[in-house]
T-cell receptor
Framework: NAGVTQTPKFRILKIGQSMTLQCTQD?????MYWYRQDPGMGLKLIYY???????DKGEVPNGYNVSRSTTEDFPLRLELAAPSQTSVYFC????????????FGQGTRLTVV | KNQVEQSPQSLIILEGKNCTLQ??????????LRWYKQDTGRGPVSLTI?????NTKSNGRYTATLDADTKQSSLHITASQLSDSASYIC?????????FGAGTRLTVKP
């Protein structure tokens, strides 16, 4: 049972480049989330989705976009990378709302130089 | 403002010793509180979950307590092992969202 899978694990981007962080889950969860984790800080919600075709902004959405065309996949898009986006990104999923346990991927460490 | 505060930021203990981590929150309305363990380079993994009516929950050597009146929780680790070295994150859920503490970095030394 793979759970939540994120790719890539590491990436270095130049300022202004674009990239997509991939996230897929095989647990048939409706809810999916993208978080960023900065050193010494709690995870901050970027975007979330309550089901295929439905997405909404979280606490820190600026500079990011998402889509949810299937239940399994929830990619995160960075259009114009900035140094402030250097962080570790975690994708998570849960069966229902945040009131149920969330399962996290292993993270993507992104550095923008 | 971060609505979940954890202390201490970091802690070093010797293998076999006990320790207690603290979490204070101001999230309202409150749905549940979870403790996650995050190994270096990995995603968080849930240890315990407590709702408003629960004041203690155990998972092996991990025991979490919750005082909903004072909005405080603690995670007690008994007979620590080297594998307990990790960050421990307190997560408080409101109506639909989760608020994360910054975590306590625990190092267990032989």
């Amino acid at each position: 049972n793979a759970g939540v899978t994120q790719t890539p694990k590491f990436r270095i981007l130049k300022i202004g480049q674009s990239m997509t962080l991939q996230c897929t889950q095989d647990m048939n969860h409706n809810y999916m989330y993208w978080y960023r984790q900065d050193p010494g800080m709690g995870l901050k919600l970027i975007y979330y989705s309550v089901g295929a075709g439905i997405t909404d902004k979280g606490e820190v959405p600026n500079g990011y976009n998402v889509s949810r065309s299937t239940t399994e996949d929830f990619p995160l898009r960075l259009e114009l990378a900035a140094p402030s986006q250097t962080s570790v990104y975690f994708c998570a999923s849960s069966p229902r709302t945040a009131n149920t346990e969330a399962f996290f991927g292993q993270g993507t460490r992104l550095t923008v130089v | 403002k971060n609505q979940v505060e954890q202390s201490p930021q970091s802690l070093i203990i010797l293998e076999g010793k006990n320790c207690t981590l603290q979490c204070n929150y101001t999230v309202s309305p409150f749905s549940n509180l979870r403790w996650y363990k995050q190994d270096t380079g990995r995603g968080p993994v849930s240890l315990t979950i407590m709702t408003f009516s629960e004041n203690t929950k155990s998972n092996g050597r991990y025991t979490a307590t919750l005082d909903a009146d004072t909005k405080q929780s603690s995670l007690h680790i008994t007979a620590s092992q080297l594998s307990d070295s990790a960050s421990y994150i307190c997560v408080v859920s409101g109506t639909w969202d989760m608020r994360f503490g910054a975590g306590t970095r625990l190092t267990v030394k032989p």
